[in-house]
């Protein structure tokens, strides 16, 4: 999963912060509950922390859909406009050689 480092970092410093843990310590594969062990109240302290770094709200109904720490870090990208796309790949296109009859 691409995700805008900046965006990662700030996710991350905030729950290092709230968890008292180190920031680095944190992936995007942890689960807000089970393996950082959250209970309702702490993850709501922590969105409203995440409102007040990126300047959004969060409404109450896409609370569901933020299990770990991937999903906080994804559903910010979007909100801000910046949700990480594939990169283009380039085709390189040869010129075909024609072997024609030389006219004398």
Known sequence: MATDPTISLKIRSALGEYLKRDPAAIRVTHHLREDLGLDSMAVIELLYR????????????????????????????????????????????KPTKTKGKKKS
């Open 50 to 93: 995440i409102e007040e770094a990126f300047d959004l709200q969060i409404p109450d109904q896409d609370l569901v859909g933020l299990t770990t720490v991937g999903h906080v870090i994804t559903y910010v990208e979007k909100r801000l406009g910046k949700a990480a796309t594939p990169a283009k790949t380039k085709k390189t296109i």
